[in-house]
C-alpha cells in the first residue's frame, strides 16, 4: 500500500456481487457471500494499513425493496459477518461504527451491532463505518430535524447554525470528510451515499465487481488519488506554493 494514508478517508460503494454471480449461473446470494470475503479482505488490509477511515456501504434504505428472500439473506449474513469478525475487529483496534437507521435491522443483529459499536468505543486504530440501512438524504433530513427542535426549544438561535452545527448532528460525527470514493461495478452514480461528507471527494470507478476487488484494486485506486490534485476551489499555481 502507498504510504500516507494515516489521513485518509475512504469510502467504498461495494457493488456487483449480483452480477458476479449471474455469471457464474449462481443465484444472486452467492454474490453477496463471495463479497462477505472480500470486505473482511478490505478491512483488514485497510487496519493493516493505519487508513484513518473506511465507510463502506453495506445496505441502503433502498435496498429494503429487494425481494424478502435476498433481503433477508442479507440480514442474516450481516449477523454472522458480526459474529465471525468479532475478535479481529477488536484485536486490530478498530474502532466500529454504524451510520443509517438502524431501528430497522432485526433486533438481535442490532443488539448485536450496538454491542460491537461500546466495545471497541476506545479503540484508536481504523474507525470502521459500516452504512446499513443508510440513505444520505435521510441522514440531512434527521440532522435538520435536530438542529429545529433545538432551535424550537431556545437550545440554539438560527444565526449560530454553521458547518459545524451541521456536522455534530450527523451520524457519528467523528468521522471526517471523505477523500476518496470507490465504486466497483461499473456503475458511475452516488447512489445517496454520504452526500454532505462527499462533498469533495475524488471520485474512483472500477469495472471490476465487488467479490473479485482485491488489495491490489484497492492499492491501484489509492496510487490514482495520489495522482489527483485537489484544488479546493484554488489555482494549481497557489497549490504548489
Ligand atoms: C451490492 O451488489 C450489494 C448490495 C447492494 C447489498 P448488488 O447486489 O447491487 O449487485 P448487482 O448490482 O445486482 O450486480
Ligand atoms: C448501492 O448499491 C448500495 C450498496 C452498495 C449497499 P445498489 O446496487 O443498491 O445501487 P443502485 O440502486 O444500482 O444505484
Ligand atoms: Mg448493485
Known sequence: MPEGLENLHVAIIMDGNGRWAKKRGM???LGHKAGGKTLKNIITYAAENYLKALSIFAFSAENWLRPKEE??????????YIINEWSSITDNNIKFLVSG?????PEKTRNSLLKLIDDTKNNTGLMLNMALSYSGQEEILECVKKIAHKVN???????????ETIIEHLYNKELPEIDLLIRTSGEQRISNFMLWRLSYAELYFTDVLWPDFTSDEFNKAIIEYNKRVRRFGKTDEQIKS
Open 27 to 29: 443465484p444472486r446470494v
Open 153 to 163: 426549544s431556545g437550545e440554539l438561535s438560527v444565526d449560530d447554525i454553521s458547518k
Open 71 to 80: 433481503v433477508s439473506f442479507l440480514m442474516d449474513l450481516l449477523d454472522e
Open 101 to 105: 437507521n438502524v431501528n430497522l435491522i
